[in-house]
């Protein structure tokens, strides 16, 4: 039945259906009419065609499934203990834990179950003597972990490397140098997202960032290492499946080079760009679909942010929420069904094509000026993240992007002022830097400050 039905249609080129087109449009011209461009400077074209992607689109190593991921800092180590277990017994199947120094080990990680629980532990210092005790205590228990350390994230946003590039480079190569399952590099690319790099650039910096690692460390490195890249993800829905398979086949391409067959494995969590302190709610919209982009792209453990993350300290309601969006994606909307099921999907074949084309282009050129270590010590990343971000900004302030209860249809009735437990704008933080940070800032911070002073 199926191949009688398609014998009553003849097939149609795509330059038959622009032809069609072209004739319907009655004399207006095709590109004014249905053409538009993204900030990228990528065409959006009104249909797309197989025609257009050709026979062999290109492969690249898609999980099979994904990780219900949350995120807990180290504080207390008995009351974190307590949240992680509880966090599993509710659904969590990977936990990210961050600490900024040293903690008791055997406290956080008593009473895990070694066949169920995976931990990511991002530590925000660097002592090789503590990693190694870290790494050799998850080994002994038969836990799967992954360790990330990350001193070019230290250097990137607080413009000071942990010591000093020589000696960061020494205790992460000690590190790196502990062969086990979870040996791993790390990137924290979600800075450059958060900062407002267009999707280009997020994808070629978040490579040359790991391309400085296997470069510096490639004597060191095994096929048994993993590259960890924790990427923050934006509301351009389509645009963000595409960046996440992009990045593959970007890694893929420049890890080729090094004849190692070693393993990318991608933490997406959603960015904070687009966040609000007002009709804040809206938050959960935003961070779903943020969600399904990173599942159908392609990410490995998808972390949600908490609905109330910009001005409320951590409490068990914002994780709960968050939790459970990630757990109706998988249990009830089946999106741990299908592996890829972005594939073949002309448009997202195409973006992926084109987002990879021109991201690895510009990471090129990186490599060509020195590598991403000089670009950010002479300030050109810095520079060119800020002429992005005030673009969107621009864009943003003449309402071409629409962030729903601050820009447009905002509540007036939404009064804010005595509900911030945290303050929700970029810090000022004067000190002697190396280089120029990176700052990550909202698109409504400017709004939400005016908004704030009418309230007193």
């Not at 974190?80 to 509880?86: A, G, P, Q, S």
């Not at 000071?160 to 205790?171: A, L, P, R, T, Y």
Request: charged share 25%; glycine share 4%.
């Amino acid at each position: 039945m199926k191949n009688k039905l398609f014998q009553d249609f003849s097939p149609t080129s795509a330059k038959g259906w622009k032809q069609q087109i072209q004739a319907d449009l009655k004399g207006a011209d095709y590109n004014d009419a249905l053409v538009s461009t993204s900030l990228e400077g990528i065409h959006i074209n009104p249909f797309y065609h197989q025609d257009t992607i050709g026979p062999n689109a290109p492969a690249f190593n898609h999980p099979s499934t994904w990780n219900v991921g949350q995120e807990f800092f180290i504080d207390n180590e008995k009351i974190t203990n307590k949240l992680l277990l509880d966090a599993f017994n509710r659904g969590a199947e990977a936990i990210i834990l961050t600490a900024t120094s040293i903690f008791k080990i055997a406290t956080v990680l008593k009473g895990f179950d070694k066949e169920k629980h995976l931990l990511y532990f991002n530590l925000q210092f660097l002592d090789p003597d503590f990693t190694k005790k870290l790494q050799k205590h998850c080994s002994e228990i038969g836990l799967s972990f992954f360790i990330q350390v990350d001193p070019i994230h230290q250097l990137a946003k607080d413009g000071n490397w942990f010591q000093d590039s020589k000696k960061d480079m020494e205790d992460l190569r000690r590190i790196v140098s502990v062969k086990n399952e979870a040996s791993s590099v790390s990137v924290d690319a979600r800075l450059y997202h958060n900062a407002g790099c267009n999707i280009i650039q997020e994808i070629a910096y978040t490579i040359s960032h790991a391309h400085e690692y296997l470069h510096q460390l490639q004597d060191t490195l095994s096929e048994k290492d993993t590259v960890i890249l924790k990427m923050a993800t934006g509301s351009n829905y389509f645009f963000e499946i595409a960046k996440l398979r992009a990045l593959r086949l970007v890694f893929n391409s420049v890890v080729k080079e090094y004849h190692l067959d070693i393993k990318c494995h991608i933490i997406s969590t959603p960015g904070k760009r687009n966040k609000t302190i007002y009709d804040y709610n809206i938050n959960m919209l935003r961070t779903t679909t943020e969600c399904m982009s990173a599942i159908l792209g392609g990410a490995d453990t998808v972390s949600n942010l908490n609905y109330d993350s910009l001005y409320h300290k951590d409490n068990e309601f914002g994780a709960r929420i968050a939790r459970n969006q990630l757990l109706i994606l998988k249990e009830e909307s089946y999106f741990d069904v299908v592996s890829n099921p972005s594939d073949g999907a002309y448009y997202i074949e195409n973006l992926t094509n084109e987002l990879a084309e021109k991201a690895l282009v510009l990471f090129k050129e990186i490599e060509k000026n020195g590598g991403f270590i000089k670009s950010l010590v002479k300030g050109v990343i810095q520079n060119k993240i800020k002429e992005a971000a005030d673009k969107q900004q621009q864009h943003f302030d003449q309402g071409e992007i629409v962030l729903l209860g601050t820009n447009k249809h905002p509540n007036e009735n939404d009064i804010m002022k005595d509900d911030l437990e945290l303050y929700p704008f970029v810090k000022q933080n004067p000190r002697k830097t190396s280089i120029i940070p990176i700052v990550e800032k909202r698109l409504a911070e400017a709004i939400e400050k005016e908004r704030l002073e009418r309230e007193k």
